[in-house]
């Protein structure tokens, strides 16, 4: 339905926005030095990082697929048009929020069919868009902060990453190096970065997708159809950014190496599983996918960053701020429109405590796919 269009960035759904933002811009340290198109977003990601630790063709019929295998699943990734996850209907009266739930990484070969996305899109008034958070930290204002932005990439010393960790982890990394990453690694990385350098190289060797697309595919039909998108924004106000950095480099080094461990050990044995879990998504078969969700990035890379007690703390705070955020945002849009579309994390909206879950508790009417 026509409608005034609120521009919003585009925002790549992650399945728990403040722990996404954590893993998503430590990345950005790997590789500092992007001057293409993406190099200002990229920069200003780098920025970001001094915040993200408080919390990364519709004619073709879909064919009918023969029950998959549980060893299909976790060993051959789907390819082709597929239908992705139902919709949750969440009703209060006549009025409507529709539900899309995301997960990541995703097939790199799956096309997902986004014709019943694109029928409630057009009968909708409004779409949420996946919730974010903006760190207040100018472009100019980051410029400031790349020289300690690039120290914190490094161990001290100067030392390599052979010096570091202890041999036994070091070689399980090299044989995981090779494999994924060649000789294009840079060896004076801290063990952290590495290990998030090796998972990011890993998925996309292994035909995984960590950023399918999903959310501008469902921004680009909604622009078509002229139905406003509604950004879900958290603005967070950051007053010492270089103190976050300085926080940054006084992780532990046996922090960082539990980090790498935890990723090591994801890659030598849970392959298999994020797989199935990308298939199911696929496949649109949440059954079977929600008993293995509760599977995450290597937790102990999560609790070296939140060793830090600044980010323990701040994070608990805007983490609570979120979630009330896009509560409150889901609450309106149903009160506001007869039709409101969401797009969500599928982790975070199926958690016991989750956004579901809060929802029935506010006494809606919540109707599974």
């Keep these: 339905m026509p409608g005034e269009y609120k521009d919003v960035p585009t925002a790549r759904p992650t399945e728990n926005p403040e722990i996404g933002y954590i893993f998503d811009e430590m990345r950005y340290l790997v590789e500092p030095t992007e001057t293409n198109s993406q190099g200002r977003k990229g920069l200003l990601a780098a920025c970001a990082l001094t915040a993200s630790f408080l919390v990364k063709a519709a004619a073709t019929p879909v064919m009918t697929q023969p029950p ?143 950023d399918p697309g999903i959310w501008k595919r469902i921004e680009s039909i909604s622009r078509r159809a002229r139905v406003p998108i509604e950004p879900v924004v958290l603005d967070l106000k950051i007053h010492d950014e270089k103190a976050y950095i300085r926080d940054l ?67 608990d705070q805007v983490s609570a701020q979120l979630d009330a955020l896009w509560i409150s945002s889901a609450e309106q849009a149903l009160q506001r429109n007869r039709s409101t579309l969401a797009v969500v994390g599928i982790k975070k909206l199926l958690a016991p405590d989750g956004w579901l879950a809060q929802l029935r508790s506010h006494g809606y009417e919540v109707q599974e796919p």
């Design 68 to 210: 998959v295998s549980e060893a299909q699943l976790a060993e051959v990734l789907v390819v082709g048009k597929q239908p992705g996850p139902g919709l949750w209907r969440i009703s209060k009266g006549d009025h409507d929020l529709w539900i899309f739930a995301t997960l990541t990484p995703l097939p790199k070969q799956m096309i997902w069919d986004a014709a019943d996305i694109e029928k409630h899109i057009g009968e909708s008034q409004a779409v949420l868009a996946p919730p974010r958070i903006d760190p207040h930290v100018g472009f100019f204002r980051g410029l400031t902060l790349l020289p300690s932005l690039l120290r914190a990439r490094h161990n001290p010393d100067g030392r390599t990453l052979e010096q570091v960790v202890p041999h036994d982890l070091y070689m399980r990394w090299l044989g995981l190096r090779v494999k994924y990453l060649g000789n294009s690694s840079d060896e004076k990385l801290r063990p952290m970065l590495a290990a998030f350098d090796l998972a990011d190289n890993a998925l996309d060797k292994e035909g995984l997708d960590d």
């Design 249 to 315: 480099t006084q992780i532990s080094t046996e922090r960082e190496l539990a980090c790498l461990r935890s990723v090591i050990e994801h890659l030598e044995k849970d392959l298999p599983s994020l797989r199935e879990r990308a298939n199911l998504w696929s496949l649109g078969d949440v059954a079977r996918l929600r008993p293995l969700l509760p599977a995450d990035e290597p937790i102990a890379c999560f609790d070296a960053v939140m060793s830090v007690s600044r980010f323990r703390g701040e994070y």
